[in-house]
């Protein structure tokens, strides 16, 4: 194997397992040494491929965010409201179940956003969306574009927060997390428009 495919391979290796130890544990909560026993590599091949523990967080945030575009890329393409719900519900599905997408926006959150902000990979398109939908739906339900894309926003920042304890997501009704979403995002999409259809999940 080719020195530089090694070194390639070694720094994704420290990014997959800064990823996830980010996510878990958040920026201030993340050392070096947890991040070099997860990957299996030396504390000199980590300060070889990244000068310190904000570099690293950079290139975490790089990667979850490409994550993230790649993910509303892949969601389907229904039209108008019935797309932003669909792409919300991979999205929100990304954020349990992909590290460097969870890592990202936590890194977000906690003030360590640098050049790759999280929210910036998503939410100005998610309101173009919104704002198209609005124009050629005639959608109404009391809300603005611009409030309908806080309030998801809001719930992806739950889902966000709570990912690592999905026990906490479940409903009063007994709904895990993907169902209890899924419900919300159905009621939100009668409420703004009767005619809508349901996220994917559900008939």
Not at 23 to 29: F, N, Q
Not at 168 to 191: C, F, I, M, V, W
Request: zero cysteines.
């Amino acid at each position: 194997m080719a020195k530089q495919e090694r070194a390639e391979q070694t720094r994704q290796r420290l990014i997959e397992a800064a990823s996830a130890t980010f996510a878990e544990h958040g920026y201030a909560g993340t050392s070096l040494h947890q991040i070099v026993r997860s990957a299996g590599v030396t504390m000199g091949a980590l300060t070889f491929h990244f000068a310190s523990k904000s570099a690293l967080a950079d290139a975490v945030q790089e990667a979850g965010t490409a994550a993230t575009r790649e993910v509303l890329h892949s969601a389907g393409h229904a039209p108008g409201l019935q797309g932003v719900l669909d792409e919300v519900l991979a999205l929100a599905d990304a954020l349990r179940n992909t590290h460097s997408i969870r890592a990202a926006a936590r890194l977000t959150r906690e003030g360590h956003a640098a050049d790759h902000d999280w929210y910036d990979s998503w939410a100005p398109d998610l309101r173009e969306a919104l704002e198209r939908a609005w124009s050629e739906e005639h959608l109404d339900g009391g809300l603005t574009p611009l409030a309908a894309t806080s309030l998801l926003s809001h719930v992806l920042l739950g889902v966000e927060a709570t990912a690592a304890s999905p026990d906490s997501l479940r409903t009063a009704t007994g709904d895990g997390p993907e169902e209890g979403l899924t419900h919300a995002l159905k009621a939100l999409g009668t409420l703004i428009a009767p005619s809508a259809g349901s996220p994917r999940g559900e008939d």
